[in-house]
C-alpha cells in the first residue's frame, strides 16, 4: 500500500476528504483534514450517514496523513451504502464512439473505417450545438434524413440525457484493486471519470475518481446490453478518497478539471490520454438533475459524469484498435482530486464481492455500531 500522500493532490494539506479503510474489524470511514488522518467510525459507520448528517470533522486521530494506513489496514472504495449511478455520451468523441460501436456491431475490425465516416458527416455537428437546443433539433431532422440517426446521438443531443445504474450498493473497488473485464469480452477500454458526490436531495458535497470500465463489443451489438457490459464483478472503481466542497475546492474546480488516464501493459505497451471536463456537453448540475428522481436515493447516490477519452489507437493489429489485456495497470489522475490506480483481470479471477449489505449490517451490528449508519 502507497502512501497516502502520494495519492492524495498536492494541496491535501489545505483539502477535506472522505474514505473507506478495510481493517481487521470490519471497515471504516475515514477523514482527512489539516494534513493528518482521522478514523470517524464512531460517529458515523458508513461514509453515506457521514454525507447525509454531515459528520465530517472528530472522530480518532491516526496520525499524520505522511505514515500511511496503520498496519494491516487497506484503502476501500470511498463510497458505501450510495446507488451507484452513470451518465454516458455526455461528449461529442465518446457520442461518435457509440455509433461506431452500434455501426460495428461490437465488431472492433470495422471500427477504423467507420470512424472517418462518422467524423466527416457527424463529428463537426454535435460539437457545435447545446444538446436539447433548436440547432440540436435542426441537425437531428438533418442527419434522420441522412440515415445517420443513432440512438447514442438521441442522449447526446437530445433533451435527455443517458442516465444508467452502473454497479449494486458497495460493488465498486478502491485503489490498489484489481478491476475485472468479462472474459468473453475481446473488446473494451477504461473510462476515466469524474465522479460526483451527492446526498439524498441531490446536493454535490464532494467529487472522487471512477473508472467505468467498457465492452465495446457488448453494448456495441446491442444497447440492450448494457447492464452486462457495465456491471460485473470489479467493473466499477472510485477512489482514492471523496474531496469534500470547502472554501478551496468547489464546482468550478470540477468544471475545469483534467482527467489523465495512463495505461502500462504488461509487454511494454505505453498509452496516454485524457478528459477534459470543459468540453462536456452537460454541465454537471443539469446531469444530477436528470439523475435525481423523486424520494428515490434515501442513502445518497454518486454520478459518474461521462468521459471524453476512447482509445482508438491501435495495440496489436492494424486496425484492430485497442482493448485490455490481463495486467494493464490502469491510473486515473487529476491535480485536485488524486490518483486512481488499478490492474486489469477478469471478472472471473478478481476477487470475489463478498461484502453485501446483509455482511454489512452484520458486521456493524458485532461492533455495536448499526446506530452510527
Known sequence: MPKLDTILPADHASGHFLGRAQTPDGPAVLSIRG??????????????????????????????????LPEGWSLLSPIDLQCIKASGVTFALSAIERVIEERARGDAASAA?????????????????????AEAAQLKKALIEEGMWSQYLEVAI?????????????????HGAQIGIRSDSSWNNPEPEVVLVC?????????????DVNLRDFEGRSALLLSKAKDNNGSCAIGPFIRLFDDT???????????????????GYLLKGKNEMAQIS???????????????????????????????????????????????RVTIRSDRIGTLTNTVATSRDAPAWTMGIGEFVRNLAQRELVGKI
Do not use: M, W
Open 35 to 68: 494534513g493528518r488522518l482521522f478514523d470517524l467510525t464512531g460517529e458515523a459507520a458508513s461514509v453515506s450517514g457521514a454525507v447525509q448528517r454531515r459528520v465530517f470533522v472528530g472522530g480518532c486521530d491516526i496520525g499524520p496523513v505522511e505514515g500511511g
Open 113 to 133: 473505417t467507420i470512424r472517418s465516416q462518422l467524423e466527416d458527416k457527424v463529428g463537426s455537428g454535435i460539437r457545435s450545438v447545446a444538446p436539447a437546443s
Open 158 to 174: 437530445g433533451p435527455d440525457a443517458e442516465i444508467f445504474s452502473k454497479s449494486p450498493i458497495l460493488s465498486s473497488v478502491g
Open 199 to 211: 446526498d439524498s436531495d441531490g446536493e454535490i458535497v464532494g467529487v472522487s475518481l471512477g473508472n
Open 249 to 267: 475546492f468547489g464546482l468550478d474546480d470540477i468544471r475545469r478539471a483534467v482527467v489523465e488516464l495512463e495505461i502500462e501493459g504488461p509487454e
Open 282 to 328: 452537460r454541465d454537471p448540475l443539469e446531469l444530477v438533475g436528470q439523475c435525481l428522481s423523486e424520494h428515490h436515493y434515501p442513502d445518497g447516490f454518486v454520478l459518474f459524469c461521462g468521459t471524453l477519452f476512447a482509445p482508438t489507437q491501435d495495440r496489436d493489429e492494424p486496425g484492430a484498435g485497442f482493448t485490455h489485456k490481463i495486467g494493464d
